[in-house]
């Protein structure tokens, strides 16, 4: 499982020029999956993303989570995390989990997020998306469940 998250000023999602879901002040989270994702890894990265401390306190350090800030999260489904571009310049998505797998792990992934107390906005999974977003900081940071 990998995800990029950025931490955000605001940011929206639309669908065919009408918006589905939008936050403030938080994260947006893209998030990918590979067959081999188990609840260990959502566990993980759930735990990871909600107590992640990037946020400014009164000393203007990174010390703060996305709970101690009252953020939200903006998920969006983005296979494209799985490309392999070693070969040629067309990338290959065959590590990107199967569609059906991968949309129950997101519909998962997105409700032990909001368990945890935090408001979660998303995308449509396999939806043609238009994401707006105020990067703040900017603050970029990649998890990889290979890599833990």
């Known amino acids: 499982m990998r995800v990029l998250l950025q931490r955000v000023a605001n940011a929206s999602v639309a ?8 936050i ?25 993303i909600s107590n992640l ?27 494209t995390l799985y ?15 199967n569609p059906e797998t991968a949309a129950n792990l997101y519909a998962q992934f997105n409700a032990k997020l909001a368990e945890t107390g935090l408001r979660v906005a998303t995308g449509e999974f396999g939806a043609n998306m ?6 703040d900081g900017p603050v970029t940071i990649w998890f990889d469940t290979e890599n833990k």
């Open 53 to 79: 401390r990037v946020f400014e306190d009164e000393n203007m350090r990174m010390n703060l989570s996305i709970n101690d800030v009252n953020g939200e999260i903006l998920s969006i489904s983005q296979f």
């Open 15 to 22: 669908i065919a020029g009408g918006e589905v879901g939008s």
């Open 130 to 135: 238009q994401i707006s977003l105020v990067n």
């Open 83 to 97: 490309a392999d571009t070693r070969k040629g310049n067309r990338p290959s998505f065959t590590d990107a989990g």
């Open 24 to 48: 403030k002040r938080g994260y947006v989270l893209l998030v990918g999956f590979h067959d081999a994702d188990t609840q260990a890894d959502l566990d993980y990265l759930v735990r990871k």
